[in-house]
């Protein structure tokens, strides 16, 4: 089955360091692909996404692109600051026939902490 | 416009218990998508309704069940509780057409963490 395995956390950084949190997957076809990110106490929020090889997702500052070739999705970001700390989620979404149906399958999440 | 709402907040119930938990998307999502979340397993699909039908569901076992109502609301019911069952449950809506793009984006609610005693 589908499955997505993210780094190995949790990462510290310091504010205005450079972010990478590797992202590879495992599926058949063209799943699209998500970054989610977990503030304490709430919901997931969607961070960006990209539905087909080579696309590039971004928002606030964060990117990562769809590499069908290596089968990855690392998020990066140039400069973090401490309000980027929270849990980041790496996940897909299969589409079938062309159809894409509300299943996401996670990796297992990485912590972030950033240090003034 | 309202975000996904779910209802309570906070549950605590003893094992052999029932207990429902309630999940309101977002005006005009049709597609209601429900989650488990534990420190060991991390996030796993329980399963996803789409105008008032189980259009897929994942692994886990029959006392974890579902519905979703007309006006797309969707509660999820767990019978006969386990300690393992303690979780953060998750609720999940999108407007479900089922392309590739807007139609398939999750928003997700703040989630129902149910500690089982």
């Known amino acids: 089955g589908d499955s997505v395995t993210q780094m190995e956390g949790p990462v510290t950084l310091s504010e205005e360091a450079f972010l990478t949190i590797n992202c590879t997957y495992t599926a058949t076809g063209y799943p699209s692909l998500f970054w989610y990110v977990q503030y304490p106490g709430e919901g997931l929020q969607l961070l960006l996404k990209?539905?087909?090889?080579?696309d590039k997702g971004s928002n606030k500052g964060f990117e990562a692109t769809y590499r069908k070739e290596t089968t990855s999705f690392h998020l990066e970001k140039g400069s973090v600051q401490v309000s980027d700390s929270a849990v980041y989620f790496c996940a897909l979404s299969q589409k079938i026939g062309g159809t894409s149906y509300g299943k996401l399958t996670f990796g297992q999440g990485t912590i972030l902490t950033v240090h003034p | 416009k309202a975000g996904v709402t779910q209802t309570p907040r906070y549950l605590i119930k003893t094992r052999g218990q029932q207990v429902t938990l309630s999940c309101s998307p977002i005006?005009?999502?049709?597609?209601v998508s429900w989650y488990q979340q534990t420190p060991g397993q991390g996030l796993q699909f329980l399963f996803e309704?789409?105008?008032?039908?189980?259009?897929n569901k994942g692994n886990f076992p029959g006392r974890f069940s579902g519905r979703q109502f007309s006006n797309s609301r969707s509660e999820m019911n767990v019978s006969t509780l386990e300690l393992g069952d303690s979780a953060l449950y998750l609720c999940a809506s999108s407007l479900g057409r089922g392309t590739a793009g807007a139609d398939n984006i999750q928003y997700f609610g703040a989630g129902t963490r149910l500690s089982v005693l």
């Open positions: 005006s005009g999502h049709r597609s």
């Open positions: 990209a539905t087909k090889a080579d």
């Open positions: 309704y789409f105008s008032e039908t189980q259009r």
